[in-house]
């Protein structure tokens, strides 16, 4: 009997991979090899990245304090973050409240947005992922990533959302090949139906590999201000670097009423979670307490990563590294797509991108595959060539999401692996017309 109960992201019963060192963009695993990591979305810095290494060890002395104590840093790491990553944003910016992870607080957001409106719904937009807690999970709408089981016989089994869930149309364009929505788009006035009565609408920026533009989030945004629905931007994998801006919703003209971050804010170093809330919404708190207390929330050695994060990531000109490293990945991807007639649709932006595969839509996926789908066997020749592709537990999708800090002769790998796994994709799939 397996004594340790996990789960992996690629399916099939495939062996994962053992990690048991690092450097950089590599992995070392345990079989000796040296692999480039190519999808990492906490790994921000890469491995031991000396500024991460040196600021858990100075931290590591200091006394365990719970949130409910005053935490001189833990102040200082709101004040850096807002200073440093809203500067921008100082007509709008109010405070922040740290957690654990990015379901943590995207399950806070949720239900702050629920006690201040009186309603219960939450709309998001297909395909999301917002988390495996609570009112996140209810907002993930991806069935065999709900918290439930997947049937040796009889597909995934969701468990049932607590909340009523709305679900938007995502929007229709990608980069190449076709959208994959699901939902016939909506129109003003559907869009509008579906955000009437809710409490929140939170929308992501990369889940199910759609990266939609600024007219769809102005217009979501409208939609929810008319709704009187809040609007909370899912930044967890987005904020703080990875879209090559502060933040994704910084493409827009709206604005949020929170933002939501986590993964790599704290540097890889430790588990973190944040919750930004507007001035507005700061001020309709009125002075109430939010009474969320946890036993971990705000932790040193998570204060003390977000703090040396902000600091790389401004000494270092990380996120202007983004931009550049994105139109490389993106030219490249596009000639990639070209020469693969596996591959169906291609989108992203800065350093996350999707490359879907032509085969079953993703609704049909299912979590009891003993063989692995036509995604995972394409990230496992990518692994024999030495670079890890993830798949998003989706049977056709493949993501790259490399370290931020990776030189361009490591990009390069990382898509010229891309390239040749891609040939047994184009040889064990019947291609459809496109
Ligand atoms: C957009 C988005 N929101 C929330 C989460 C949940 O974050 P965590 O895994 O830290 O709970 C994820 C995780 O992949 C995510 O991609």
């Known amino acids: 009997m397996k004594r340790l109960l996990s789960t992996g992201l690629n399916a099939g019963s495939d062996t994962v991979v053992e990690v048991i060192g690092g450097q950089g963009a590599w992995f070392h695993l345990s079989d000796g090899r040296r692999v480039l990591d190519g999808s990492n979305t906490a790994g921000a810095l890469g491995h031991a990245h000396p500024d ?59 239900s702050l947005a629920q006690a201040l409106t009186g309603r219960a719904p939450i709309a998001t937009r297909e395909r999301s992922y917002h988390g495996l807690t609570g009112l996140s999970r209810d907002v993930t709408v991806q069935p065999h990533w ?31 090949g076709e959208r994959v929505a699901d ?18 609408t939170i929308i992501d920026y990369t889940q199910g590999g759609i990266y939609h533009d600024a007219a769809y989030q102005d217009r979501v ?32 003209t709206s604005r949020p009423d929170m933002v939501t971050m986590g993964k790599a804010l704290a540097g890889g170093a430790a588990p973190i979670g944040a919750v930004i809330l507007s001035k507005d ?39 202007a590294r983004v931009t550049e490293l994105g139109e490389i990945i993106r030219n490249r991807l596009l000639v990639i797509a070209q020469k693969h007639p596996s591959v169906a649709r291609i989108d992203g932006r800065g350093m996350h991108w999707t490359v879907e595969l032509h085969g079953p839509h993703w609704r049909d996926w299912r979590g009891d595959t003993m063989t692995a789908p036509l995604a995972s066997r394409v990230s496992a020749r990518a692994l024999g060539l030495g670079v890890v592709i993830g798949t998003s537990g989706e049977q056709t999708s493949l993501f790259i999401a490399p370290p931020l800090i990776v030189t361009d002769a490591e990009i390069g790998q990382i898509l010229d692996t891309l390239d040749e796994a891609l040939l047994l994709a184009d040889a064990e799939m019947e291609t459809p017309a496109r």
């Open 52 to 110: 991460m290494v040196e600021t858990v060890r100075n931290v590591a002395g200091h006394p365990a304090v719970s949130e409910g104590w005053a935490y001189r840093d833990r102040e200082l790491a709101a004040e850096e973050l807002i200073d440093v990553a809203f500067a921008g944003e100082t007509d709008w910016i109010g405070a922040v409240r740290f957690g654990l992870s990015g379901s943590e607080v995207n399950d806070l957001a949720l």
């Open 281 to 319: 919404l700061v001020d309709r708190l009125g002075g109430s307490a939010w009474q969320a207390y946890s036993t971990y929330r705000g932790h040193p050695v998570a204060m003390a990563g977000v703090r040396t994060y902000l600091r790389v990531l401004q000494r270092d000109n990380l996120l």
């Open 183 to 200: 939902l016939p788009p909506d129109d003003d006035a559907a869009l509008r139906a579906k955000l009437d009565g809710t409490a929140a």
């Open 146 to 176: 709900h918290g439930g089981l997947s049937l040796m016989a009889g597909g995934v089994r969701p468990v049932a959302p607590n909340t009523e869930v709305r679900v938007i149309s995502a929007p229709v364009s990608s980069l190449y």
């Open 221 to 252: 945004a409208a939609a929810a201000r008319d709704a009187g629905s809040l609007w909370i931007a899912d930044e967890v994998v987005t904020g703080a670097g990875r879209s090559g801006r502060w933040f994704a919703f910084q493409g827009g």
